[in-house]
């Protein structure tokens, strides 16, 4: 079993930066597919960023392309989301989530950092 733990959200002004981190235990990280999702309240859960298990290939939303960046680091199992130019619309809580199978399902999940963006 994976256990997901996220951190680094908080409250920021619009064009500010923030650095999400999710670290791992259990499991086997570099087997996992890992992605950052969001949800703002009465709104569903939004994919954000993927990471393949290499860590060669990325995938974003359109909207946070070119401000968002995710990353891995297999050997200290840890995902990061540096996310610039932040944007009220940002405002949500993030989840770091990991994919075993591929079925590309996520079956673990952080307890979630909240991010809030002040205009």
């Known amino acids: 079993q994976v256990q997901l733990v996220e951190s680094g959200g908080g409250l920021v002004q619009a064009g500010g930066s923030l650095r999400l981190s999710c670290a791992a235990s259990?499991?086997?990280?570099?087997?996992?597919?890992m992605g950052w999702f969001r949800q703002a309240p009465g709104k569903e859960r939004e994919f954000v960023a993927e990471?393949?298990?290499?860590?060669?290939?990325?995938n974003y939303r359109d909207s946070v392309k070119g401000r968002c960046t995710i990353s891995r680091d297999n050997a200290k199992k840890t995902v990061n989301l540096q996310m610039n130019s932040l944007k009220p619309e940002d405002t949500a809580t993030y989840y770091c989530?990991?994919?075993?199978?591929?079925?590309?399902?996520?079956?673990?999940w952080g307890q979630g950092t909240q991010v809030t963006v002040s205009s």
């Open positions: 989530a990991g994919n075993q199978n591929t079925d590309g399902v996520y079956d673990y």
């Open positions: 259990g499991g086997t990280f570099s087997t996992l597919r």
């Open positions: 990471i393949s298990r290499g860590g060669h290939y990325t």
